[in-house]
C-alpha cells in the first residue's frame, strides 16, 4: 500500500522559514517524480515545485524561485520542502504527490500525479 506522509507545518510569522517532509512508504521515490502542491481555502490546487525521480532537475512554479527549495534523500525515501521568506500568503495546505517516472520528468499538473498526501497545513501571520 502506498503511502505519502506530509509533516512540518505550522504557525510561523511572516519572513521565518518551515521545512516541510513528505515521507514515503509502498514505493520508492528513486522511480517517482515527487511534486508538492498547495491549496488555500476557495482556491484551487497550485502546484509549487517538484522534482524528477533521479533528482538531477527541480521545478519550480515562477513566483517560487528562490525563496522555496525542493531535495530529496533517497536513503530515508523522503523529500523536503524548504520555505524561505514566507508570507502570509503561503498559508495553506501543502501536499504531496508521486507520478512513476524513469528520469527527468517533473509534471506540474496534479492529473499528472498517481498518489498524494493528506497534506499539512501551513499558516502564515502578518
Known amino acids: 500500500q502506498v503511502q505519502l ?9 511572516a519572513g521565518d522559514s518551515l521545512r516541510l517532509s513528505c515521507a514515503a512508504s ?7 517524480a515527487v511534486g508538492w502542491f498547495r491549496q488555500a481555502p476557495g482556491k484551487e490546487r497550485d502546484f ?18 528562490g525563496p522555496f527549495t525542493v531535495s530529496k534523500d533517497n536513503a530515508k525515501n523522503t523529500v523536503y ?4 521568506s ?10 504531496c504527490a508521486a507520478a512513476v517516472s524513469s528520469g527527468l520528468y517533473t509534471p506540474s ?5 498517481a498518489y498524494w498526501g493528506q497534506g499539512t497545513q501551513v499558516t502564515v501571520s502578518s
Do not use: C, F, W
Open 81 to 84: 520542502l524548504q520555505m524561505n
Open 5 to 13: 506522509v506530509e509533516s512540518g507545518g505550522g504557525l510561523v510569522q
Open 109 to 113: 499538473l496534479p492529473h499528472e500525479y
Open 86 to 95: 514566507l508570507k502570509p500568503e503561503d498559508s495553506a495546505v501543502y501536499y
Open 26 to 32: 509502498g514505493l520508492t521515490i528513486r522511480s517517482y
Open 48 to 65: 509549487v515545485a517538484a522534482i524528477s525521480a533521479s533528482g538531477r532537475l527541480r521545478n519550480y512554479a515562477d513566483s517560487l524561485k
